[in-house]
């Protein structure tokens, strides 16, 4: 054999390769970051169950609708608009994962008003955040889905005031990192959405790939939902 032909077969080699290591880096880049969600999981949801009262079924109940919002949605996360799933199924769909987030942020809403002292504000203003959630899955209107966050935002907001207020640190330490990345992240994430997106789509749900920033939002919610109830339950008992 040429040395010329030695020289080529060897680049081919190198490039085939390369090919393979970027295969296997992304491969093994993806299941590490698996297995680091599954091991964050398994950790809030073990606060969860260590504040759950087992003689109480109404903290029982509680800690199934809390731990379900979040392993249901973390497994197979779906985007509320556009609608879609990434896998067939009515329980991996945006309305499954909207019916389990309502029982979930219901809980952790009121949770977090009595921790914080501010229940007589933040109650009300659940009670409108969940129906700008419905009615931003149902009439497809990223406007509606920013309101939406703006509400949670300010319902935070007002809990770290309160918390202020009442002297309580576990409230604020809790409620300042997530209003840090919704204010910087989130927010200014989905009002570029308002921006590029009709005012409302007819109702569809499809099947198929989720964009990074559902995917992402998904799985910092559903890890910081859990964490925090957990300790605003341990801080009112």
């Known amino acids: 054999m040429s040395a010329r032909n030695r020289n080529k077969e060897k680049v081919v080699k190198e ?26 999981t398994a950790f809030v949801c073990t606060l969860v169950i260590g504040v759950t009262d087992f003689l109480s079924a109404t903290s029982l109940a509680l800690t199934a609708g809390m731990l379900s919002n979040s ?14 799933q990434i896998r067939e199924g009515f329980i991996y ?85 997530y209003m840090s990345y919704t204010l910087l992240k989130h927010l200014p994430d989905t009002f570029r959405r308002v921006l590029h997106t009709p005012l409302t789509h007819p109702f569809s749900i499809s099947v198929g790939p989720l964009d990074p920033h559902s995917v992402t939002w998904v799985t910092v919610s559903m890890l910081y939902q859990p964490f925090c109830y957990a300790f605003f339950v341990y801080s009112i008992q």
């Open 15 to 40: 490039n085939e390769k390369t090919e393979i290591e970027k295969a296997f880096s992304e491969v093994t880049s993806d299941h590490g970051r698996s297995i680091l969600i599954w091991a964050l």
């Open 71 to 84: 392993v249901v949605r973390i497994a197979s996360p779906s985007s509320y608009v556009p609608a879609r």
């Open 93 to 177: 769909g945006p309305v499954f994962a909207r019916i389990l987030a309502t029982m979930a942020e219901f809980t952790f809403y009121y949770t977090e008003g009595v921790a914080s002292g501010g229940l007589s504000v933040i109650l009300p203003l659940t009670i409108f955040g969940e129906s700008m959630c419905w009615l931003h899955l149902l009439l497809q209107s990223e406007l509606l889905g920013f309101i939406e966050d703006c509400t949670w935002a300010t319902v935070h907001g007002y809990a770290i005031y309160c918390s202020f207020a009442f002297n309580r640190p576990l409230a604020i330490g809790l409620g300042v990192p």
